[in-house]
C-alpha cells in the first residue's frame, strides 16, 4: 500500500522568509502527485500537480514543487511568504492503478505579519 | 462551472442512527470519491464511484456504503453510526481518468453524540 509522509506538522515563518515543506511517498510504480492547501474555513483546493514531464511544477500564488523521482519525493517551495498563505498543506499521491488519494497527514503554516 | 455541493453542510447525530450525506460533482464529471477527515487520522479514502459502480474502496468497515446515480451525484451512507464516525466528509469529483484531479466540496461535519 502507497504511503505519504510530510515531516513538518507545524512551521512557524515571518513574511517574507522562504517556504519548503517536504513530502515523501512509498510507491514503487507510476505516480501523480498534488499538494492541497486548507486556508482556514475553506475547503480543499488545488495547488499544483504533476503527472509527467518537467519535474519541478509551478502552481497558484507562487507556490512551486519539484518531483524528485530517485528519493520518492515532492517538496512544496515558495520563495517569499505571505501572512495570508496561513493553511494546510497536504501533499497527495495517486497511483495510476486507481483514481484514488493518499494524504500526508498536513502542514499547519502559521505566518507571522 | 459551479463547483462540487455537498448536503446538508452540518449535521448532529446521536449513536446508533443513521445517516446520508449527498455529493453533486462538477457538471460533466463522472467520478465522485469520498475521504472522511479527522484530526486524528487525517484525511483518509473510503470509496470512489464511477458511471454508478464503485471502482475503489478503502479501509472502512462494511457500514460505510455509496452509490452513485445516473446523472453522477452520489450518496453515502453510515448505518449504526459510532461516537468515532465524527468527521467532516470530503466528496471530490474528477472525469474519471489516471491523469485526474480530483475537486473537493466544502464537506459535511458530522457528530455523533
Known amino acids: 500500500a502507497q504511503s505519504v509522509s510530510q515531516h513538518n506538522h507545524h512551521v512557524i515563518l515571518s513574511e517574507a522568509a522562504s517556504l519548503e515543506l517536504g513530502c515523501n511517498y512509498s510507491y514503487g510504480g507510476t505516480v501523480n502527485l498534488f499538494w492541497y492547501v486548507q486556508y482556514p474555513g475553506q475547503h480543499l483546493q488545488l495547488l499544483l500537480k504533476y503527472f509527467s514531464g518537467d519535474p519541478l511544477v509551478k502552481g497558484i500564488k507562487g507556490f512551486e514543487a519539484e518531483f524528485i523521482k530517485s528519493k520518492f519525493s515532492f517538496n512544496l517551495r515558495k520563495p517569499s511568504v505571505q501572512w495570508s498563505d496561513t493553511a494546510e498543506y497536504f501533499c497527495?499521491?495517486?497511483?495510476?492503478?486507481?483514481?484514488?488519494?493518499?494524504f500526508g497527514g498536513g502542514t499547519r503554516l502559521m505566518v507571522k505579519p | 462551472k459551479a463547483g462540487v455541493t455537498q448536503t446538508p453542510r452540518y449535521l448532529i447525530k446521536t449513536r446508533g442512527q443513521q445517516v446520508t450525506l449527498s455529493c453533486s460533482p462538477i457538471?460533466?464529471?463522472?467520478?465522485v470519491s469520498w475521504y472522511q477527515q479527522t484530526p486524528g487520522q487525517g484525511l483518509q479514502f473510503l470509496f470512489e464511484?464511477?458511471?454508478?459502480?464503485?471502482?475503489n474502496k478503502g479501509n472502512f468497515p462494511g457500514r460505510f456504503s455509496g452509490r452513485q446515480f445516473s446523472n453522477s451525484r452520489s450518496e453515502m451512507n453510515v448505518s449504526t453510526l459510532e461516537l468515532g464516525d465524527s468527521a467532516l466528509y470530503l466528496c471530490?469529483?474528477?472525469?474519471?481518468?489516471?491523469?485526474?484531479?480530483?475537486?473537493f466540496g466544502p464537506g459535511t461535519r458530522l457528530l455523533v453524540l
Open positions: 497527495a499521491v495517486n497511483s495510476h492503478a486507481g483514481n484514488m488519494l493518499t
Open positions: 457538471s460533466g464529471h463522472r467520478s
Open positions: 471530490a469529483s474528477s472525469n474519471g481518468g489516471t491523469q485526474e484531479t480530483q475537486y
Open positions: 464511484y464511477f458511471s454508478e459502480t464503485q471502482r
